[in-house]
């Protein structure tokens, strides 16, 4: 009888799960991953989380305003090591949209230094990425149903490797002649002196998401047949050229990342193989220093399933296999998960989308629930009761 009380009594008193709770919280890294700083050349970042680049489709002429600059500097406040930039794009006729960020001149420039001086002085690091989006440029905000725009719709003509539309009733390119392509590669190289002149700390090129860059990479939509097509060598020179057109403008000490997709997920098109190639080619070249592992939006053909943390396998292999630093984004929401993708060595830095557009303090949540601590801001450390 008093055993069964006592068996009881364990069961619901609260107690006796407390000893549970106190034991795995004890088995925690009272130093958790995701908040040790990792030093990128000369800068070094607070922490692991970045604020992955997602595009606003708020500017008025490319011109950053206070919705970004809210935007941006909320997450700074909340705790994250870099704050990206969404794309900003190198000339108008590569926006995705006429709401979509450029830095094609300075009045672009001047708005941006406002923003990068308060997100350093809340003691994060200030990315920017820059790109072009090619054949998927000239389209309608997603607000607005996100289809092509025509130039009867103010849309504009738009660019690509090969004269092929994204998919049926999208906007037919205009194959890039050499011009074209030199003169794009400067525009890349101009964006750069511009985010200098702004204050960012790291410049992140867009490779990925089926853009400019990405449709050089792909077979399946660079049909070209001079050096820039054909073969993986001729289908990465215009990435590789970026990639020197930015360093040119982009101090050495500071670091460069570049995102991928690393695969297109369709069969005969590009793949994590081309990806680890790729990545052992950057490293070699010595001028980038951490590969953003995205994937996928080359083509609405693709075929994939997603599910939390679907494209960690690709930064945990690109970072084995070519010895850089990578990123892990898609679907990572819990802190849990962050922590496990850092300490395990998948990853170098965890880039947080959607979950951060809900979360804005997504970061000092992460270390209430990681049992760690991390600095607020002064003005707010009033609210650091919990
Ligand atoms: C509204 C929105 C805008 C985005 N814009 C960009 C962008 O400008 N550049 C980019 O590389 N990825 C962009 N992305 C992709 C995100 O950076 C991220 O890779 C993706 O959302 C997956 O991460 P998540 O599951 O944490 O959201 C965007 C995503 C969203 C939701």
């Known amino acids: 009888m008093r055993r069964d009380f006592m068996n009881t009594l364990a069961r619901t008193n609260p107690f006796a799960t407390r000893g549970e709770n106190e034991r795995k919280v004890l088995q925690r890294d009272p130093n958790p991953h995701i908040f040790r700083p990792l030093a990128l050349r000369s800068m070094t970042t607070r922490n692991r989380i970045v604020l992955s680049p997602m595009c606003q489709y708020s500017a008025a002429d490319g011109v950053p305003n ?18 990206f930039t969404e794309v900003t794009h190198v000339e108008p006729r590569g926006r995705i949209t006429p709401g979509c960020l ?78 074209t392509i030199n003169d794009t590669l400067a525009l890349f190289a101009a964006n750069t002196r511009r985010a200098h002149q702004a204050g960012f700390d790291v410049v992140e ?47 050495e000490r500071l670091p460069l990342f570049v995102r991928i997709s690393a695969t297109d997920w369709i069969e005969g098109g590009w793949d994590l193989r081309a990806s680890v190639q790729l990545a052992q080619v950057l490293k070699a070249g010595g001028k980038v220093d951490l590969i953003d592992c995205s994937s996928g939006a080359l083509s609405p053909t693709q075929k994939l399933t997603v599910h939390p943390g679907y494209q960690v396998p690709f930064a945990a292999e690109i970072r084995s296999r070519a010895d850089i630093a990578t990123g892990a984004v898609g679907l ?53 009761i919990y």
Not at 66 to 83: K, N, P, T
């Open 66 to 83: 206070d919705w970004h600059f809210q935007h941006l500097a909320s997450r700074a406040v909340g705790g994250v090591g870099i704050v």
């Open 205 to 251: 090129i867009h490779a990925a998401h089926g853009y400019l860059i990405h449709q050089f990479l792909s077979p399946l939509s660079n049909r070209r047949s001079d050096r820039y097509g054909g073969s993986f060598e001729n289908r990465i020179r215009f990435l590789l050229e970026a990639v020197d057109a930015v360093r040119s403008e982009w101090p």
């Open 332 to 384: 990572i929401q819990s802190a849990d998960m962050a922590e496990q993708i850092v300490a395990n060595g998948q990853a170098d830095l965890i880039f947080l989308g959607r979950a951060m557009l809900g979360e804005p303090y997504w970061p000092l949540q992460a270390a209430r629930t990681l049992r760690a601590r991390l600095p607020w801001s002064r003005q707010y450390e009033r609210g650091d």
């Open 102 to 179: 450029g830095l094609w001149n300075d009045e672009q420039r001047d708005a941006f230094a406002r923003i990068t001086r308060f997100i350093k002085a809340q003691g994060a690091l200030a990315g920017i990425q820059i790109g072009h989006a090619g054949r998927k440029a000239s389209t309608a905000v997603s607000w607005d149903g996100g289809k092509p725009l025509t130039r009867e719709m103010g849309g504009w003509e738009v660019i690509a490797p090969s004269a092929i539309p994204f998919a049926d009733g999208h906007l037919l390119p205009m194959e890039m002649d050499r011009k």
